[in-house]
């Protein structure tokens, strides 16, 4: 079998430690942001490591699981990496929800870091 591209490699390195940090510990995530990055959370604009850890420490849960069920990932014109999750998470005693998340990755000073970040839940809210 042959090898993955290494930006596959990279992009599936990235998904499994973000997730990973983020159900344990999601204080440690903000290694992988820096002061120009950007999240999108549910349609709220987030620019800054210290105003996205703000938001992630804040959401209402205390425990939270995800499950990715797949993922894509591209390498870009300017050598960075896009990847797109889709999974399932469980967050406290609440019913498994299905997201879906994309991360844009960039080698800063030979560490790869999140740019970007958008995140939805998969509701269907068809009254709005």
């Not at 950007?38 to 604009?45: A, H, I």
């Not at 420490?57 to 990496?81: E, G, R, Y």
């Not at 005693?93 to 970007?116: A, I, R, S, Y």
Request: hydrophobic share 40%; net charge negative; glycine share 6%.
């Amino acid at each position: 079998m042959a090898e993955k591209p290494m930006w596959e490699q990279i992009g599936t390195g990235f998904v499994q430690h973000y997730y990973q940090q983020f159900d344990a510990d999601r204080v440690k995530l903000a290694d992988l942001y820096t002061d120009a990055s950007c999240l999108t959370w549910e349609g709220e604009g987030f620019q800054g490591k210290t105003a996205i850890m703000t938001k992630l420490n804040s959401l209402p849960f205390q425990t939270i699981q995800h499950s990715i069920t797949a993922q894509d990932h591209h390498p870009t014109p300017d050598s960075c990496v896009m990847s797109m999750v889709m999974g399932q998470l469980k967050a406290d005693q609440d019913q498994v929800m299905g997201f879906q998340q994309v991360f844009l990755l960039k080698n800063v000073d030979n560490k790869w870091v999140c740019t970007n970040d958008m995140f939805r839940l998969a509701l269907h809210n068809f009254g709005a």
